[in-house]
C-alpha cells in the first residue's frame, strides 16, 4: 500500500499498519478522501479512533497529511493516515479492517457507482469492513454549476426513495443493509467537515441524500 505524508509518498505494509492502529479503540475509513479535510477533521475530534483517507491521487492530500505529520500542538494528528488507492482496487491492507465507513460527497466513478449500485464499487466498499460495520454515505449529484460534467449528465433522480427502492438489492448482494435513507437539511450539509459541504449548504433545495447502513461480511 502507499501512503502519502506531505509531498513524500512511501510503501507500508500490514504489520505497519497494525502496529499503528493498534493504540486505537476502532478503525474509520474515508473512502474518496480528496483533499483530507473530513479524515483530518475526524481524527482530531475522535482521538480514540485510527482514521485512514483513502483518494486514488496522491497530491490532493499533501496539504492535510503534511498537517497531520505535525507535533499536536501545531495541529498533529498521529490517529490519520492517508492511503492512495481507488475503491476498484483496494489494497490488502485495508480488507477487513474498517469498523466504519464514510463516503462524502464523491465525485466520479465513485459516485457513480453508489447511486447506480455498481458491483465493483459495492464490493470495494465491503471488502474495507469487519463484520458489522457501518456505512455513511452522502451523496449529492449536483455538487458543480451548469453545465452538468459528463459523468452525472445521464444519472437517475437522486432521492431516499430512490435509495431505498431501488439500492437496496444491489447493495443486500454485497452484505449491505439499508437503514436509513433521507434528504440533509441545509444546516446538516454545513456541519460536514469537507470543503464541498460549505458551497452545498448556500444552494437550495437541499438535494442532498444521507444513506446509512451495516456491512455484513
Not at 82 to 111: C, H, K, Q
Not at 113 to 137: C, E, Q, Y
Not at 180 to 204: D, I, N, Y
Amino acid at each position: 500500500m502507499i501512503v502519502v505524508r506531505g509531498k513524500r509518498s512511501e510503501a507500508m505494509d500490514a504489520a505497519a499498519l497494525a502496529g499503528l492502529r493498534a493504540p486505537y479503540t476502532a478503525v474509520t475509513i474515508d473512502v474518496g478522501a480528496g483533499d483530507g479535510r473530513f479524515a483530518y477533521r475526524y481524527a482530531r475530534s475522535h482521538p480514540e479512533r485510527f482514521v485512514i483517507g483513502m483518494d486514488p491521487v496522491a497530491e490532493n492530500m499533501a496539504e492535510l497529511s503534511g498537517r497531520a505529520a505535525r507535533k499536536p500542538g501545531r495541529g498533529g494528528a498521529a490517529n490519520v493516515l492517508y492511503a492512495v488507492a481507488s475503491i476498484e482496487r483496494v489494497p490488502d491492507e485495508l480488507r477487513g479492517i474498517a469498523d466504519e465507513v464514510f463516503v462524502t460527497l464523491p465525485w466520479g466513478s465513485l459516485m457513480r457507482g453508489l447511486i447506480l449500485g455498481d458491483d465493483v464499487v459495492l464490493a470495494g466498499l465491503a471488502s474495507l469492513a469487519r463484520d458489522g460495520a457501518a456505512l455513511r454515505i452522502v451523496l449529492n449529484t449536483r455538487i458543480f454549476d451548469d453545465p452538468v460534467p459528463a459523468e452525472a449528465r445521464d444519472l437517475p433522480e437522486l432521492t431516499p426513495e430512490y435509495a431505498t427502492a431501488t439500492l437496496t438489492a444491489p447493495y443486500a448482494r454485497h452484505g449491505i443493509r439499508i437503514t436509513e435513507a433521507r434528504f440533509l437539511g441545509a444546516e446538516e450539509v454545513a456541519a460536514l467537515p469537507t470543503t464541498w459541504a460549505k458551497r452545498l449548504s448556500h444552494r437550495a433545495p437541499p438535494r442532498t441524500v444521507y444513506v446509512e447502513g451495516i456491512i455484513h461480511g
